[in-house]
DNA sequence: ATTAAATACTACCTTGTTGTAGTATTTTAC
DNA sequence: GTAAAATACTACAACAAGGTAGTATTTAAT
């Protein structure tokens, strides 16, 4: 159980752009709506192209838009995206490979918030998320 | 949301440790039963130790074990103390400080979730969760 | 007293994550 | 064509977390 701050950049990004599913925006436009420092930003933008969540276009006008449905993109794909396959659902007491067999009662204690967890982010697409920035920040 | 490596540690040497409350235990011991790097678990057990989690008995026959009752220490204290206060309660979308007023859809999506952690870190003891290392290992 | 076996302390090394800089490339308005 | 405004790429700097080393101190069996 991580979640990078990264991946919370990822969140406010996509969150952000899921207010206007169709919209362009730009990397500098979103700065300063989100408060992600730019270049790391800019990065972080290319990597969610690479990802297959936005394209860029390039160019006088270019931008970030969606390269799909924002209701086919779940939380859980962000995160796993970014920090990587399987990062929520790694052992509670840190063991690489499981000295038990995947049953001791640390694990029993953990697998139902666990499954909750994973739940909430794999149920959650962008387009139940997408949330307006206030205007006076 | 975080978990650090280190309290990962803590949750395998005092789940370990709750096996027999009132037990003594060697850091050598341990390191052999739950395998955390020797030096670094020695310093997890001082700082357990001024966390007031268990007490160090010096001398030729010396080691650790525990300074209250096994039900009266709960997960999220351990995780508490370790990653510091609050850490399991951050903004999911990673502001140090909220720029909308504690309500965005994120917010609402994560709170339920991030609720039932905090609920099951709290309420699980270590009485909970001592567990049986196995010998073959 | 000596010595072995344990913890205590402090500084440093290593690794991974987060963030920055510089430069190249692409596109379009003019 | 030229210049402006955007993204793309790559390397590295800064910071935090994880882990190691060396030495000091405490205690008790002998
Ligand atoms: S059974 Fe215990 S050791 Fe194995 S993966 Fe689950 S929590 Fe980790
Ligand atoms: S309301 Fe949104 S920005 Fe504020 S703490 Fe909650 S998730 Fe973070």
Redesign the interface.
Known sequence: ???S?TS??A??IL?HMAKDEHALYSAQQLHKDI?VPERYLRRLLTDLSKHGFIKSIQGRHGGFTFACDTSTIT?LQIVEAIDGQGSINE?????DIC??NHS???HD??E??KL??IE?LSK?SLK???????ED?
Do not use: A, Q
């Open positions: 159980m991580n979640l701050k919370k950049y969140f406010r969150g408060y939380l052992c509670i007491l840190g063991y000295v038990f001791c009662p640390m204690v953990w139902e918030t909750k967890i909430t959650t139940d998320i997408h949330y307006k920035i206030l920040l």
